[in-house]
């Protein structure tokens, strides 16, 4: 058999095989703690799994919906987008996707060419790089500072006349870096400048920690924000992995071109997952903050005990969603 180039470029999800081989551990009845995924693991909330009964029973999750989503779920979304950020995308400029990870792999088919480059800082979630290169482009690694942020100075070292886009993921995977106001408005001023969009990935927005502040590249001035491609979803916040719903969010140019390429690619994002995200976002918020606050319970709970390790040399302030990465940059002496 003659495979492509591109499926012959591309490496297999390292955290999806870490996080199979763990729950197959587990299933073998081996405690061990699955630090390969960023999966919630409260099961998804009651009221949610009833809207998703309530449409199979009613019949209604039987059918092909439109390819970028219902209405209704582009209105619940452009409604809660409105709700936390105080930002308004009107629900034509909504694209709904299988997870925010076909969000930004559908993004990538749309936006880059062979010999173009996407700069993403390091260390970075496992799939941008991968996707790229489906897409025929480069991934270029973007050097971070102690906080394991980029800056101004690390941007001008990883451009060039072929960068085409920048991806900022804040809170980011797997450090938990939250980028303040002032540092993405130099991004994005600096994005600006050099005539690269941005895509925000801002998945595990609702997972910040200890009073962190969060802002988003949204919510930037006007010229930022028409810079950046929002893609987020509801897999973290509402414990919803398994679902699979994302969505972007930008400007109509850019929608249509996507949703031409989901009627391809997808059809639609189940229809049964879409009533449920309806009930997930338009309904009693407050299992999202009780989630958020176990995890920032365990967070405080755990990284004492790792700062007591010997070897291990963690940030002061606990504010990180996940602490794997600096368990790891940092081996034992
Ligand atoms: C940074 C980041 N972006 C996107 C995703 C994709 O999430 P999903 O496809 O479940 O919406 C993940 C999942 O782990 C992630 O960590």
Redesign the pocket.
């Known amino acids: 058999m003659k495979f492509s180039k591109r499926s012959l470029a591309v490496k297999p999800s390292a955290?999806v095989k870490v996080s199979n081989q763990a729950k197959q551990m587990q299933a073998d009845g081996i405690d061990v703690i699955n630090l390969g995924?960023?999966?919630p693991d409260f099961p998804t909330p009651e009221s949610i799994d009833q809207a998703a009964i309530a449409a199979i029973n009613s019949g209604n999750a039987s059918f092909y919906t439109p390819a970028s989503g219902l209405p209704a779920l582009k209105e619940a979304i452009s409604q809660r987008i409105k709700e936390d950020f105080d930002v308004f995308y009107t629900p034509d400029n909504i694209s709904v996707?299988?997870?925010?990870?076909?969000?930004?792999y559908t993004l990538m088919q749309v936006l880059v060419d062979e010999g173009d480059e996407v700069l993403i800082p390091q260390p970075?979630?496992v799939?941008?790089e991968q996707q790229i290169i489906l897409a025929g482009a480069t991934p270029v690694m973007v050097t971070t500072n102690d906080e394991f942020k980029v800056t101004e100075e690390s941007l001008n070292h990883a451009v060039n006349k072929n960068t085409r886009l920048l991806i900022i993921?804040s809170p980011?995977?797997?450090t938990g870096t939250i980028y303040s106001k002032e540092e993405l408005t130099a991004i994005g001023n600096w994005a600006i400048m050099h005539n690269i969009v941005i895509i925000a990935?801002d998945?595990?927005s609702s997972l910040i920690y200890n009073g962190a502040k969060y802002t988003s590249l949204i919510q930037l001035d006007d010229n930022i924000a028409a810079q950046t491609i929002l893609?987020?979803?509801?897999?973290?916040a509402y414990s919803?992995?398994g679902w699979?719903?994302?969505y972007i969010a930008g400007a109509p140019e850019l929608i249509s071109k996507v949703n031409a390429m989901l009627s391809h690619a997808t059809g639609n994002p189940a229809a049964v997952s879409q009533y449920a995200a309806i009930e997930a976002l338009t309904g009693n918020q407050s299992m999202v903050e009780h989630m958020r606050q176990a995890f920032e319970d365990r967070l405080n709970k755990i990284y004492p005990l790792l700062q007591n390790i010997p070897g291990f040399d963690l940030p002061v302030n606990p504010r990180a969603h996940s602490i794997s990465f600096q368990m790891l940059k940092r081996p034992l002496d």
């Open positions: 955290t995924i960023g999966e996707t299988n997870g925010a990870k076909m969000a930004l970075g979630w799939s941008y993921n980011q995977n797997p990935d998945i595990y893609v987020s979803g509801l897999s973290k919803m992995t699979r719903i994302g």
